[in-house]
């Protein structure tokens, strides 16, 4: 039994992203903005298992996490399966040292990416109404995310990578 | 003969792992479906030992106060209005229910609580979400044992608001940020910083004289309309307990 939790631990750390992303920590917020929690896991699971593997769990988590924001006219889902995929196409740096800090600019990157696709989609969707003062927070919510993910990443990532790898050679 | 028996074995079908993802993308287009319900129960479940306790009851009773005060000067004055012209149709809001936010999303684009009544304890889609302050929102979705509130703050949140002081109705329009923007149809709107929103008496979606909050300042005229912030009046970021309203408009 414990062997099997081990060998399915990042499997079983997937389950644990939509529950961070109810639960919603204000202490590691920044200007009421989170980190962009699903990329702590998609990175490392990604890198690991290649960009095909990245690009079908971010969708997983894409339709995981769009069934629990309400918004219906608007998907997680397109900037997810893009870093999935752009994820799985990163190769181990040799320098462990300079591996920590390429998380954070990799995850930093990727959340500019979810933020813009997202942003994009709401101003699409208010096009019509022509509001320039959404911009404002718009552009804040993504410099707030990119900048909490940049730097939570090396913590969180490499220590899931450590643990997917482990995880991966007992099985 | 040896080399189609390889190739008939190596079909993508023949290999159960691409069967066990199929599976798990079933489940999650029915998690999706269900809109999370089952996640959201069962954070229920796990959140329950860190809800909000009851020494939090005088802060909020305070603050109850204080809006019961607002509500009832401009019931008051509605009323007035309401016996003069004869026309409006009355609300009734018999049944009210407390709730706990065991769920707060108020920074970044989403912008939602989540309550721990559901819709075994009668809460439906549509009913309006108040705390101390006044306006958070609308039940946008239910599971059983929780319910989904889409703040007023969301930039998927419009609704229609009551300008007090001038006595106009205009547009409330979340920004994905703490300042919705109330937009007015009308460029000769006299609309000054300090001036009180309610909801609107016109609104199918809200019953009147919900207090929201105030204009905290104006935006430049655009075409045919002016646009002002609003800064509200109940905070959803500390609010722990609030009130669901079970009324038929």
């Known amino acids: ?171 | 003969m040896l080399s189609i028996r390889r190739i008939s074995t190596n079909r993508w079908w023949h290999k159960k792992k691409n069967w066990i993802l199929f599976a798990i993308f079933l489940f999650l287009v029915f998690v999706r479906i269900t809109k999370g319900s089952f996640y959201k129960d069962f954070y229920y479940f796990i959140s329950k030992p860190f809800w909000p306790g009851q020494f939090q009851k005088e802060v909020v009773l305070e603050s109850i106060d204080q809006e019961n005060l607002i509500k009832l000067n401009l019931l008051k004055k509605d009323n007035l209005r309401l016996r003069r012209i004869l026309s409006l149709q009355e609300s009734s809001n018999n049944e009210n229910i407390s709730a706990a936010v065991i769920s707060r999303k108020t920074g970044s684009w989403w912008r939602q609580i989540i309550l721990n009544k559901g819709s075994k304890d009668g809460v439906e889609v549509g009913n309006v979400v108040i705390g101390p302050g006044g306006l958070l929102g609308r039940v946008n979705n239910t599971s059983l044992f929780t319910s989904s509130v889409i703040l007023i703050t969301s930039p998927e949140s419009k609704l229609g608001v009551w300008v007090d002081r001038i006595q106009v109705n205009g547009l409330l329009v979340g920004l994905g940020d703490d300042y919705p923007s109330l937009i007015l149809y009308s460029k000769d709107a006299d609309i000054k910083v300090g001036d009180f929103v309610s909801s609107s008496p016109a609104s199918t979606l809200l019953p009147p004289n919900i207090p929201i909050g105030f204009v905290q300042s104006i935006d430049k005229t655009l075409k045919s309309k002016k646009t002002a912030k609003i800064s509200l009046l109940a905070k959803p970021h500390v609010i722990d307990w609030v009130q669901i309203l079970k009324v038929n408009i």
Request: aromatic letters at 20%.
């Open chain 1, 1 to 171: 039994m414990n062997k099997f939790f081990i060998n399915k631990l990042s499997i079983i750390s997937f389950i644990f992203i939509p529950i961070i992303f109810l639960w919603h920590p204000n202490w590691v917020g920044f200007l009421g903005v989170q980190p962009y929690w699903p990329l702590f896991w998609l990175l490392p699971w990604s890198m690991i298992n290649g960009p095909v593997n990245g690009l079908i769990f971010g969708l997983f988590l894409g339709l995981i996490l769009d069934s629990l924001t309400l918004d219906n006219n608007f998907t997680q889902i397109p900037g997810l399966i893009f870093c999935g995929f752009l994820f799985g196409r990163i190769k181990f740096h040799s320098n462990t040292f300079v591996g920590h800090f390429r998380y954070g600019l990799i995850c930093s990157l990727g959340s500019f990416l979810c933020g813009t696709l997202y942003f994009l989609q709401i101003l699409f969707r208010n096009f019509s109404d022509s509001n320039y003062s959404i911009f404002v927070p718009g552009i804040k919510n993504i410099l707030a995310e990119v900048f909490l993910t940049g730097f939570f990443a090396p913590f969180v990532c490499s220590h899931l990578l450590r643990i997917f790898k482990s995880s991966r050679k007992t099985s």
